[in-house]
């Protein structure tokens, strides 16, 4: 007899919730981002989570001419939330008040920015200032 396996992708997604200490989300955002300076090329991707819409995902990527790694740090996030705003968001926003979002970065630069930002008290930094705006 075959014993059913739980889906390799929600299995994997169980573990990364598990790790991250079990907690409420509506939005999980895993995201990279590669740039060698303002003279050379960046790139980045995402897979957006939606918890509300039955664990639905959506992967994201992009790239550019030219970006700092700070800019491609960044962008994987705002082009998914820009895109969840965009499409489930902003109805999500209005009827729940607020929205239970993690971001998984490797970048110790955007968590403490990231983390600032999202703070009420908090200052936004100012490299980068209008994403951090945006996000806010």
Request: charged share 20%; net charge positive.
């Amino acid at each position: 007899m075959r014993v059913p396996q739980e889906n390799p992708s929600r299995q994997l997604l169980s573990e990364v919730i598990a790790r991250i200490g079990n907690p409420q989300w509506d939005i999980l955002l895993v995201g990279d981002g590669s740039g060698s300076g303002w003279a050379g090329a960046a790139g980045w991707a995402a897979t957006i989570v939606d918890n509300r819409q039955n664990q639905a995902r959506r992967f994201f990527y992009g790239a550019c001419d030219c970006g700092s790694v700070n800019l491609a740090e960044t962008m994987p996030y705002l082009q998914a939330l820009t895109w969840y705003d965009t499409h489930h968001g902003r109805e999500q926003l209005r009827s729940l008040g607020f929205l239970r979002v993690h971001i998984l970065t490797d970048s110790q630069t955007i968590a403490t920015w990231g983390n600032r930002a999202m703070s009420p008290t908090g200052d936004l930094p100012r490299k980068m200032l209008a994403f951090y705006a945006a996000m806010r």
